[in-house]
C-alpha cells in the first residue's frame, strides 16, 4: 500500500491511501471545515483502513463518509468507521438507499458475489446533479453507470480532479456487472467514458491503482478494452468468474477443497453467469477450469490441504 498526497499534483489537503486488493483506494479530505473519506475498502481491512484515517487525523474526527458505489471493496470499512467516529455522516447514492436501510443483501450485491461487508447505515444522498463540499472546494457529483448501475463519480473543476471509482483505471475499467445479469450495460460503460472526456481531468484519483494523469491515453485503452467486450461478452462473462473467484482466495488466503465447493454453490452470482453465458456447461467444470487457469498463472496453488492463494 501507498500514500500519495498533494505532492503527486492533487488538491491541497488531499490525501490518497493507494491500497492493494481486496480494497479501493481510499480518498481523506484534511483541510477545510470537515473531515472526509471517499471510499472505506474491504471488511478484513477495516482495522488498517481505521489506523490509516487516525494516523492522519490524528485527533481530529472523522466527519464524513462518502461512498461512490456499493460494491463490497469500497463500503467494507463503513461499519468500522461508524463505530470509530459515532457522529460520522455517511452519503451513498440514492439508487439502492432503501436496500441499505432494510440491509437487504440479496438486493445489494454481497449475497450474490460470496463477498462481506458488515451493516452499516446512512445519514444522505450523494444525488447527481448535485455538489458537495469536500475540503472547502466544492466537487460535482455525477452519475456513472457501467460498472454499477448506481455509481457516482466526483470532480473538482478549478484544479480538473476526478475522484473515478471504477468508471476509469489507468489501465481499464471495473467489470460490467449488470451485462452479466443479462442488463445491457456496455453502452452505460461507453457513456460514462465520454461524460469523463467531457469533464477533461487533468487528474484522475481512480478506485484501483496509482493517481494518473495521462487522462487522453487511458479513455483510449477503456475504449478498447470496450470494444473488445462487446465483440466477445462470453470472454467477458469467464473474467468476471476469474475475478470473483481470485477476489474470495485473496479473502480467505487458504481454504479446504470442501470450503471451497460451498463457496462456489453458496454464490448464486456463478451458476447466473454461468447459465447466460455457458449454457451447456456444468458450473464444477467450469469453474474447474477457471480455477486450472489460476493455477497455471501462479495465482493460486492446490494442494492435498486445499487451495492457497499465490
Request: charged share 20%; net charge negative; proline share 5%.
Amino acid at each position: 500500500m501507498s500514500h500519495s498526497s498533494a505532492s503527486a499534483g492533487l488538491p491541497a489537503n488531499v490525501v490518497v491511501f493507494e491500497r492493494g486488493w481486496l480494497s479501493s483506494n481510499n480518498v481523506l479530505f484534511v483541510g477545510g471545515e470537515e473531515t472526509a473519506i471517499v471510499d472505506t475498502g474491504y471488511a478484513t481491512h477495516a482495522e488498517q483502513t481505521v489506523a490509516l484515517i487516525e494516523s492522519v487525523l490524528g485527533g481530529r474526527p472523522l466527519d464524513r463518509i462518502l461512498n461512490t458505489h456499493l460494491h463490497s471493496d469500497h463500503c467494507g470499512g463503513n461499519a468500522a468507521l461508524q463505530a470509530r467516529y459515532p457522529s460520522v455522516r455517511t452519503d451513498i447514492p440514492p439508487g439502492e438507499a432503501a436496500f441499505v436501510e432494510s440491509w437487504d443483501q440479496q438486493g445489494l450485491s454481497f449475497l450474490a458475489t460470496g463477498q462481506t461487508c458488515p451493516r452499516f447505515g446512512f445519514t444522505g444522498l450523494l444525488r447527481p446533479g448535485s455538489e458537495c463540499v469536500l475540503g472547502d472546494r466544492p466537487w460535482q457529483v455525477h452519475a456513472a453507470p457501467g460498472h454499477d448501475p448506481h455509481s457516482i463519480i466526483l470532480f473538482e473543476p478549478e484544479t480538473q480532479t476526478l475522484i473515478s471509482a471504477d468508471a476509469l483505471w489507468e489501465n481499464g475499467f471495473g467489470i460490467a456487472f449488470p451485462e452479466l445479469a443479462g442488463e445491457p450495460s456496455f453502452d452505460d460503460v461507453g457513456a460514462t467514458l465520454d461524460l469523463i472526456a467531457e469533464l477533461a481531468p487533468r487528474r484522475v484519483i481512480p478506485g484501483h491503482g496509482a493517481v494518473f494523469d495521462n487522462v487522453d491515453l487511458a479513455l483510449s485503452v477503456a475504449r478498447r478494452r470496450l470494444d473488445g467486450l462487446r465483440r466477445d461478452p462470453v470472454k467477458h462473462a469467464r473474467h468476471a468468474i476469474k475475478v470473483l473467484m481470485k477476489f474470495k482466495l485473496l479473502e480467505v488466503q487458504s481454504i479446504s477443497g470442501a470450503d471451497w465447493e460451498t463457496w462456489l454453490r453458496g454464490t448464486a452470482y456463478l451458476d447466473a453467469i454461468r447459465s447466460r453465458f455457458f449454457g451447456e456447461i456444468e458450473l464444477d467444470r467450469l469453474t474447474g477450469d477457471i480455477l486450472a487457469e489460476l493455477i497455471a498463472a501462479g495465482a493460486a496453488e492446490a494442494n492435498s490441504t486445499g487451495l492457497h492463494n499465490l
